[in-house]
């Protein structure tokens, strides 16, 4: 019985601490990209379920300059039937061939 109140109160412990991430608490992955503007790409999911959710992160320019961002950006993907997610493209980020985002992408499990 002590082991498991000990197990307990380091987790909880943990929580308080902010040592938690996404993914010890969620079925999520997150997947970092390099875009350009060329779309679909494909991006390997190896989970046993299928993404339902997929959240938009950090953005940011490959050569480092600052930019803000002047449109709602969303995620426009679907999983496909091949058991990979199609990302469609990124509505509201300016691309071109010239201009390459590091996006971060969550994807939930549901």
Known sequence: MAGILNQFMIETVKAFDKE??????LDADVK???????????I???RP????ICLLGAVRRIDGT???????VSVDWEFD??????????PGLSSSSSDKYEVKLVF???
Do not use: C, E, Q
């Open 20 to 25: 938690l991430t996404i993914l010890d608490n």
């Open 32 to 42: 970092t990209l390099v875009v350009d503007g060329t779309f679909p790409l494909y």
């Open 44 to 46: 390997a999911w190896t």
């Open 49 to 52: 379920r299928k993404p339902t």
């Open 66 to 72: 600052d930019f803000t961002l002047s449109n709602a």
């Open 81 to 90: 039937f091949s058991g990979k997610i199609k990302l469609k493209g990124l």
């Open 108 to 110: 939930l499990v549901g």
